[in-house]
């Protein structure tokens, strides 16, 4: 059991990188396939769920754990895919609820801050780890500015684009 739990965490870890790479990396600092995707997300904030990709995550999934049962590397994979799921409920929190303790806050204002004044720093969403390593972290000084300036932003009201994740057949009717 506690090999599992172990390769669960190596996963969920995986993903907090994989997600500075995709936001940073493929999104930011090099034109990729996710650049039009995100940058839409960017116009329309609204736009918070990686719609496109949670089916093929599902079918990867499935034939992951058909094939291969419960293993450790399966696990991995399970904890990668905690890790988008945690994601994508923390990032549609972070755009239309109040935070409802200081660590969300704190999450809050980072992303808030990335979109409206630092596109090109602060790409951790879930965790600042990556930022830091890779120094896209602003210094005490300018991130404390930059909360401050995001501080009063108001939830957004309105539809999400969530039904295009529970309605994957449209991507089939583009």
């Not at 993903?15 to 960017?42: D, K």
């Not at 089916?55 to 890790?83: E, R």
């Not at 980072?110 to 930022?131: C, E, K, Q, S, Y």
Request: aromatic share 14%; proline share 5%.
């Amino acid at each position: 059991m506690a090999l599992y739990l172990t390769t669960f965490a190596l996963g969920l870890f995986a993903w907090s990188f994989i997600e500075y790479v995709i936001h940073g990396f493929m999104s930011h600092l090099h034109t990729t396939f996710a650049t039009p995707f995100h940058a839409a997300h960017h116009r329309n904030p609204r736009m918070v769920f990686t719609a496109g990709m949670w089916m093929p995550t599902a079918i990867v999934s499935a034939l992951v754990f058909g094939i291969f049962g419960v293993t450790p590397a399966t696990t991995i994979w399970l904890g990668i895919g905690a890790g988008f799921l945690g994601y994508e409920f923390l990032h549609y929190r972070i755009h239309f609820t109040r935070p409802v303790c200081a660590l969300e806050e704190r999450m809050r204002a980072r992303h808030l801050a990335h979109h409206m004044h630092a596109p090109d720093a602060i790409f951790g969403v879930t965790n600042n780890l990556w930022d830091r390593i890779f120094g896209s972290e602003p210094d005490a000084a300018r991130l404390a500015e930059l909360r401050a300036a995001v501080a009063s932003t108001a939830p957004l009201e309105g539809a999400s684009n969530l039904r295009l994740v529970l309605t994957p057949w449209v991507y089939l009717t583009r």
